[in-house]
């Protein structure tokens, strides 16, 4: 059973920057494409980046411009690089699969506030 271990989350002020990984117990490769999702209490998780396996991308409006995903083959591991951050980006964030979804993680919470 693949296991997805989301860290990097943690209070930070506006404007600030933050890099969450994701490690990812099976090879990422084998899997396709990855993504990042996040959840903030009473609405559903969305998908807010997506990374395929030739790493072509997609974000989510809201985010474009601000966050960046990027993979790491060799380590089974991806990664949001997020920048400029605002208090409605204050979330848990998971990564996951979005064409093969495996089971989530614990996430990572993302406060954003000063």
């Known amino acids: 059973q693949v296991r997805l271990v989301e860290s990097g989350g943690q209070l930070v002020q506006p404007g600030g920057s933050l890099r969450l990984s994701c490690a990812v117990s099976?090879?990422?490769?084998?899997?396709?494409?990855m993504g990042w999702y996040r959840q903030v209490p009473g609405k559903q998780r969305e998908l807010v980046a997506r990374?395929?396996?030739?790493?072509?991308?997609y974000y989510v409006d809201s985010v474009k411009g601000r966050f960046t995903i990027s993979r790491d083959n060799d380590k089974n591991t991806v990664y949001l690089q997020m920048t400029n951050l605002s208090p409605e980006d204050t979330a848990v964030y998971y990564c996951?699969?979005?064409?093969?979804?495996?089971?989530w993680g614990q996430g990572t919470q993302v406060t954003v506030s000063s």
């Open positions: 996951n699969a979005p064409f093969s979804p495996k089971p």
């Open positions: 099976e090879s990422i490769l084998s899997i396709g494409t």
């Open positions: 990374i395929s396996s030739g790493r072509l991308t």
